[in-house]
């Protein structure tokens, strides 16, 4: 069947067979939509955290530059491949690298940005609370730098080794997302459980917590000491921080709760079974919303985007006036030489 029969028969099929009552084409307009929106906003905030050196510097945003990071490596990638999926109905490229390739993409981002949103959780308390352990440069590498890397760097080593495990023989089918690729590992129950614990119940528990108590501790230190100038200090990086855990209490922790459930024996039935699908098929607007989320948070936001909208809307008027300018010396009469 050539591609453009393939196209029109997945377009044209109303349910899919995934359990999921959301047409194909529905879920391409839907993502193309989400993905470009976050793209813009991505950018955007990274140029605003980056080329501004107090934002830089301030060690509560490398979180967030580094989770940026990771959402727009994933919406330029496995996004639009998945979106390839839902309109041709094969995948970009019928390869096994291509589609290890793409489940370890995915593998990586997923659980490494729930890790670091699962880190700021507790090192907004050291930031905070104990900022002295952060004032000196080696402080700064132990307790910072050194945590940060080490997240990221897990996630790449662990998947970069996991992903390519194919001694079962794995089939790939090219019609589905990530080629419908497993690494065989994954037979094993208790690597399974392994990553589970540690991808998704650890950072659920670290995002959780560590935003509420982040919340008591400053309630309980606000009217203990009567400082309002020490809560207005830090309280653009509290709401930073709830900002981006409330998506992940609303999107992430679903599907984790799901999977408790599934490990605990709970019986499968047919709401239980349809909740899970769609919370899976959802899951991925954390990484459309999270640069919506930190967008309110930043300083000076506000002024740097006028001054961006005044800066184009000067040059749209001077190319105006530059357009105009011809026309009038045109429509000037010619001077006529006077006879002697």
Known sequence: MSISNTTLTTISTGTPSDGIA?????????????????????????????????????????????????????????????????????VPIKSPTFCMIWKFIEST??????????????????????????????????????PLALIIMYGIILYGVVIPINDCNRRFNYNVQTCGYVSCIYNSAGYSLYEFMSGGVLSSLCIGFGSVFLIIRIAIQKHRLQQQVHWRKYRRMTIQLLSVASIFFILFLPPVLWGICQKLGVPSTVGSVSYGLYATFFNIYVIFLFPFTCLGTLPQLRTRINTIIRFFYRRQQQQEQHRVAPQQISTKQPIRQSRV
């Open 22 to 90: 959301i047409p194909l084409i529905a879920r391409f307009w839907l993502y193309l939509i989400s993905d470009v929106l976050s793209l813009i906003c991505g950018f955007f905030l990274l140029f605003h955290l980056t080329f501004d050196s107090t934002l830089r510097r301030a060690l509560h945003n490398h979180v967030i530059i580094a989770a940026l990071c990771l959402c727009i490596i994933r919406e330029v990638t496995t996004i639009p491949w998945t979106m390839h999926v839902y309109l041709v109905g094969v």
């Open 109 to 146: 981002v997923y659980t490494t940005l729930a890790k670091l949103v699962g880190w700021a959780s507790i090192e907004r308390h050291i930031l905070i609370f104990h900022n002295q352990w952060v004032a000196t440069k080696r402080q700064r590498i132990l307790i910072h730098y050194i």
